[in-house]
C-alpha cells in the first residue's frame, strides 16, 4: 500500500517535472547596428518598419501619436522627444517596441539594430 502511494507520488512528480519546462525556442538574435560608415536612411530604411510592422493601423494622423504614417512620422516622434541622440538607447522609438518589450506591435531584432543605428548617426531626417 506504502509502495504503490511512493510509486504515485513519482510518476506525478515525473509528469510535473517533464511538463514544466517551457523553453522558449526562438532565440532572437542580437544584431548588432549598422556600421557607422553605413549610413542608414529615414526615409527609405526606417519610415517603412511602421507600416510593415503594424503600427500604422494605430499611429495615424488623427490616431494615437506619435503620427508614424509616411511623410509624418519624423517630425511627429522628433516633436515628442522620442529620439534622444546623447543616449541612444533611451530613446522612446527605440525601445518601447523592441522584440521582447510588449507594446502592441514589435520590431525585429534587425530592425531594432537597424533604428538605433540610425539614432546613432544622429538621427538625420534624410
Ligand atoms: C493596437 C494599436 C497600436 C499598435 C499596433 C502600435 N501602437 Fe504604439 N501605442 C499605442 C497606444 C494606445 C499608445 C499609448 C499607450 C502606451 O504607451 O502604451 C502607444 C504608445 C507608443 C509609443 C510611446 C509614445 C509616448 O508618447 O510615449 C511609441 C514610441 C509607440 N507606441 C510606437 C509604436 C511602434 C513603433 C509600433 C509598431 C512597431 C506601435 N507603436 C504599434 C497603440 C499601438
Given at each position: 500500500?506504502?509502495?504503490?502511494?511512493?510509486?504515485?507520488?513519482g510518476i506525478l512528480a515525473a509528469i510535473v517535472f517533464a511538463t514544466s519546462c517551457q523553453y522558449k525556442f526562438i532565440v532572437?538574435?542580437?544584431v548588432p547596428p549598422p556600421d557607422p560608415g553605413d549610413t542608414v536612411y529615414y526615409s527609405q530604411e526606417i519610415e517603412p518598419i511602421y507600416s510593415t510592422q503594424g503600427c500604422t493601423g494605430c499611429h495615424n494622423t488623427g490616431g494615437t501619436q506619435p503620427d508614424l504614417s509616411a511623410g509624418n512620422s519624423y517630425n511627429s516622434i522628433t516633436s515628442m522627444g522620442l529620439v534622444d541622440v546623447g543616449d541612444p538607447v533611451a530613446s522612446k522609438i527605440y525601445y518601447y517596441p523592441l522584440p521582447d518589450g510588449?507594446?502592441?506591435?514589435k520590431y525585429t531584432s534587425v530592425q531594432a539594430a537597424l533604428i538605433l543605428g540610425w539614432i546613432e548617426q544622429g538621427a538625420n531626417d534624410n
Open positions: 500500500m506504502r509502495r504503490k502511494f511512493i510509486y504515485t507520488i532572437e538574435p542580437v510588449s507594446h502592441f506591435a
